[in-house]
């Protein structure tokens, strides 16, 4: 096999290294053709570009593999929590005892806001969007901890560890308080003695005098949910932190700027479509079995099935899958909606029709209806989203940061506006 590819312009032939993965997947080093050629490559939504190379997470779409760190999402759903496949993701290996307990005690040191920041969350009108808040709450956390978000990247890698911990902590925090500020109801402080979705699902749905006290197979599910998302390759929100990363830009400022990638539909909002879906169908009376029949004639669109990445079955829908009926079994959840669901899925799984294109059941389609399961508000769920995601964004943000000579990324583009123009032309018209 040829360890180089041959690119022939204008009669003219140019060779280029062939780049191989630790998986096998290979890619050509097109870093000089530029420089060599005068000419770019043209790759719309970048989905035959390689930005980076990086350590953290292969996905093997036509397989249906998913690894954090050369692990199974299996192995990891199976075996370890939220947290411990967030140690795992950033720092490259699964915790010892001694480093998870310093890892969990710096999250749990940060749960709690400074108290000047309710002003800020009170600037907000109750109508506002939860991804706005957290946003903008994202770059003002790393105001009120300024040794930690400097922009001189020697000082920011060297306090890594503390802003990588409380970043964790405080994304679960800002998320509870928003749906607070945003249902008129006052602070609630964390609980150190809680797990990580305890103590969000206790700071979230509690009361002065009514304190709620998650059961452990809801947190256990969200958990799950959380652990599924903790980093998916170079998605769109993690891409645009490298980006942003690479101007040299604080972890702060970088994962703000994630939350706003996420924000969009067409990422993060599968799993509320979802919901919305479910709910036009509930609407019409119908059990699922006409939409079925109306989508694959193509008169609807069937939310939650298929990937863009995964060409057979998404592995962590598997897994959500299987968990899915054992949560609603335990939290005895009646549903109307996840009744629709459960009849979509028991029948594509089994038509050919779908078979055939291979149109699966994705996260997204588990995800959005045990969110709802939970009691979260479907417009809190790219929030969860983002708790999820910050491990992987926090990874990749390490991976630029500590590179000695990482260029700032700056694409380039096929320019297809007017031509130049006569300066006669422009004397004339004036």
């Known amino acids: 096999m040829s360890n180089e590819a041959k690119v022939i312009i204008d009669e003219k032939e140019y060779r280029y290294p062939i780049i191989v993965g630790t998986e096998g997947e290979r890619a050509i080093d097109a870093m000089n053709l530029r420089k060599d050629t005068g000419c770019i490559t043209y790759d719309d939504g970048y989905g035959n570009t390689g930005s980076c190379k990086s350590d953290v997470t292969f996905i093997d779409g036509e397989l249906g593999i998913l690894r954090h760190r050369g692990y199974p999402i299996e192995q990891l759903a199976e075996n370890s929590s939220f947290l411990e496949t967030a140690y795992l993701v950033i720092y490259g290996e699964l915790p010892t005892g001694d480093d998870y307990a310093k890892f969990r005690a710096r999250i749990n040191s940060n749960a709690n806001m400074h108290e000047g920041m309710k002003n800020i969350f009170s600037a907000f009108p109750p109508g506002a969007h939860p991804m706005a808040v957290l946003s903008a709450l994202m770059n003002t956390v790393g105001c009120y901890y300024p040794e930690l978000a400097t922009n001189d990247r020697h000082k920011d890698v060297q306090m890594f560890d503390w802003a990588a911990a409380l970043l964790l902590s405080k994304v679960r925090t800002i998320a509870a308080l928003t749906y607070r500020h945003l249902k008129g109801k ?14 969000f699902l206790h700071m979230m749905f509690s009361d002065p005098y009514n304190d709620y006290v998650p ?39 970088s994962v703000a700027a994630g939350v706003c990638a996420l924000w969009g539909p067409l990422h993060g909002g599968a799993n509320m479509a979802v919901i919305r879906m479910l709910e036009d169908i509930h609407n019409t009376g119908d059990d699922g079995t006409c939409f079925i029949e109306n989508a694959k004639n193509g008169k609807q669109r069937l939310m939650g099935f298929g990937h863009r990445v995964y060409r057979n079955f998404d592995p962590r829908s598997r897994i959500l899958g299987k968990a899915a009926e054992r949560i609603f079994d335990k939290i005895g959840v009646q549903d109307p909606l996840l009744d629709i669901a459960r009849r979509i899925e028991e029948v594509a799984l089994k038509d050919d029709y779908f078979i055939s294109r291979k149109l699966y059941p994705n996260v997204d389609f588990y995800s959005g209806i045990i969110l709802r399961a939970i009691g979260i ?42 031509n130049a123009r006569d300066y006669v032309q422009m004397d004339q018209r004036g």
Not at 186 to 192: I, L
Not at 391 to 411: D, L, M, S, T, V
């Open 377 to 418: 508000p479907v417009e809190f769920f790219t929030v969860m989203f983002s708790i999820g995601r910050m491990p992987g964004w926090i990874a990749n943000w390490y991976e630029i940061a500590i590179q000695p000579r990482q260029k700032i990324h700056r694409p380039r583009q096929i320019y297809t506006g007017k």
């Open 186 to 199: 006052p602070w609630v402080y964390s609980r150190p003695n809680y797990r990580y979705t305890e103590n």
């Open 215 to 253: 059961r452990s197979e809801i947190a256990d599910a969200l958990d799950l949910i959380f652990l599924l998302h903790a980093d998916h390759e170079q998605n769109c929100s993690t891409s645009t932190v490298r980006m942003v990363a690479s101007s040299g830009a604080n972890l702060f400022a």
